[in-house]
């Protein structure tokens, strides 16, 4: 009975290795990738480093807008939530996102403000196109406050930056894809 004991560990940490392989194979250099807390970035390489005496394997993942390259140990990577790039489906749900009702809530605004940021943080597209919708100011409608162009600025731009990656055009063109949806809305 005790060997059998002993044979059941080795199973669970067998399976457990490909897992580990696998999270390694997602992404690769080249890839474009979305790093929250900064938007679309693209890997140029992965490297290995020492850091405090222990070897790591890192994404190098640079983000040209912002000229800024970060580094990510490998093992980390999906636990801070990089992911690739979102597929046609959910940018094409994320536009249709920008056609709907502004949806504001009654709460004081450094309550409001502080949920959009975290929306765009986020990473999700479609929460960022939320943002971008409740922040959006058509021609009639009162003036922006300076922190609520920020919010909106800063999430149209990562919103933009990504349609773009995934459709293979510019920003500019994207950004004009994204507030040509909203004025959709509007009309």
Known sequence: MTTAKTQTPPAPVAKKTPANSNKKLDFKANDHVVYPTHGVGKITKVEEQEV???KMELFVITFDKDKMTLRVPVAKAKSVGMRKLSSPDVVANALN???GRARVKRTMWSRRAQEYEAKINSGDLV?????VRDLHRAGGQ???SYS????YEAALARMAREVAAVEKTD??????????????KAA
């Open 52 to 54: 405090a005496g222990i």
């Open 97 to 99: 996102t920008l056609k």
């Open 127 to 131: 929460s960022i196109a939320e943002v």
């Open 142 to 144: 009162p003036e922006q």
């Open 148 to 151: 609520e162009r920020q919010l």
């Open 171 to 184: 920003e500019p063109t994207a950004v004009k894809r994204v507030e040509g949806m909203l004025l959709k």
